[in-house]
């Protein structure tokens, strides 16, 4: 496999999914077709939207899956809005621990460890729900998780002698939210406790474009590595409109519909810059 382009998309939760899924459908409106990649890297919800996107199905079907009642997967809602504990404790372990990442991943996903959440096999029927197929795809795609005793992030590929419904369901636990998940004897924990969009796993690639539903400290600093190294790059965010549609809480599934819809129409209006990168 070749090292021209690459797909690379982070954590948002469902309005995430949603709001990506919603981007590529616009863009292949517009005539992009983002299933020629070379690679694809996912966090998270994007290692949901790369799994899916992957998988054989059209981006119509795709997102159809996000919009029509009767083919969206079952979900489990959390009550309230958890991401603002998450994103409470996170903050003060960095504050804690001066920034030491590595410290961080390790505070965290301890945390997780000792949190009551629902079932892991319950959570893991969510994420089995999600994928059309359940086998990895031809095309290359990394799935970041992170190991929730250690701290050690983990990049799971087709080799990795993972399933691709263990290997999703790992990235995406989000932590004191969703149990760590666990695969051969190790519990892991949300990819995104590495980095929300994980950019730089991208290195090495001649054009690379990133989808990122949520903010990402580490972006920039990640898409200047890899402008460094001679990689062209795109990077889509929410929109305005994109923003309104995620609301407060991107776990609530009632922000998918508008969410997708929101992407597709952001989709389409960037596709011409798009465009010039990808084609």
Same mark, same amino acid.
Do not use: C
């Given at each position: 496999?070749?090292?021209?382009?690459? =797909?690379?998309?982070?954590?948002?939760? @469902?309005?995430?999914?949603?709001?990506?899924?919603?981007?590529?459908?616009g863009?292949? +409106?517009?005539? #992009?077709?983002?299933?020629?990649? +070379?690679?694809?890297? /996912?966090?998270?919800? /994007?290692?949901?939207?790369? $799994?899916?996107?992957?998988?054989?199905?059209?981006?119509?079907?795709?997102?159809?899956?996000?919009?029509?009642?009767e083919?969206?997967?079952?979900?489990? =809602?959390?009550?309230?809005?958890?991401?603002?504990?998450?994103w409470?404790t996170?903050?003060? #372990?960095m504050?804690?621990s001066?920034?030491?990442?590595? @410290?961080?991943?390790?505070?965290?996903?301890?945390?997780?460890?000792?949190?009551?959440?629902?079932?892991?096999?319950?959570?893991?029927?969510?994420?089995?729900?999600?994928?059309?197929?359940?086998?990895?795809?031809?095309?290359?795609?990394?799935?970041?998780?992170?190991?929730? *005793?250690?701290?050690e992030?983990? &990049?799971f590929? *087709?080799?990795? /002698?993972? !399933?691709?419904?263990?290997?999703?369901t790992?990235?995406?636990?989000?932590?004191?939210?969703?149990?760590?998940? !666990?695969?051969?004897?190790?519990?892991?924990?949300? /990819?995104? &406790?590495?980095?929300?969009?994980?950019a730089?796993? $991208?290195?090495?690639?001649?054009?690379?474009? #990133?989808?990122?539903p949520?903010?990402?400290?580490?972006?920039e600093?990640?898409?200047?590595?890899?402008?460094? *190294?001679?990689?062209?790059v795109?990077?889509?965010?929410? +929109?305005?409109?994109a923003?309104?549609?995620?609301?407060?809480?991107?776990?609530?599934?009632?922000?998918?519909?508008?969410? $997708?819809?929101?992407?597709?129409a952001?989709?389409?209006?960037?596709?011409?810059q798009?465009?010039?990168?990808?084609?």
């Open positions: 496999m070749g090292n021209e382009r690459a =797909v690379v998309i982070g954590g948002g939760g @469902v309005a995430g999914i949603a709001w990506a899924t919603g981007v590529i459908a863009l292949a +409106d517009a005539g #992009i077709d983002l299933t020629g990649a +070379d690679s694809y890297i /996912g966090t998270s919800a /994007g290692a949901n939207v790369i $799994a899916q996107l992957t998988s054989g199905l059209t981006t119509a079907e795709l997102f159809a899956r996000q919009v029509e009642p083919l969206q997967s079952s979900e489990i =809602v959390p009550d309230g809005n958890p991401l603002d504990g998450v409470e996170v903050t003060r #372990i504050e804690d001066a920034g030491d990442m590595a @410290v961080v991943r390790r505070r965290v996903g301890n945390l997780a460890l000792t949190t009551e959440t629902v079932p892991e096999s319950a959570r893991r029927a969510v994420i089995e729900s999600r994928l059309p197929v359940h086998e990895w795809p031809r095309q290359r795609l990394l799935i970041t998780a992170v190991d929730a *005793r250690t701290g992030p983990r &990049i590929d *087709r080799d990795s /002698g993972v !399933t691709l419904v263990d290997a999703v790992a990235s995406s636990a989000v932590p004191l939210v969703w149990p760590p998940h !666990t695969v051969d004897g190790v519990r892991y924990t949300d /990819g995104g &406790i590495r980095t929300s969009v994980n730089d796993l $991208a290195a090495g690639h001649a054009r690379v474009l #990133i989808i990122a949520l903010a990402d400290p580490a972006l600093i990640d898409i200047a590595g890899l402008t460094e *190294r001679g990689a062209r795109e990077l889509i965010v929410p +929109d305005e409109a923003v309104a549609a995620f609301g407060a809480n991107p776990l609530d599934t009632a922000t998918r519909v508008p969410a $997708a819809h929101a992407g597709r952001q989709g389409k209006s960037v596709a011409a798009v465009a010039r990168l990808w084609d």
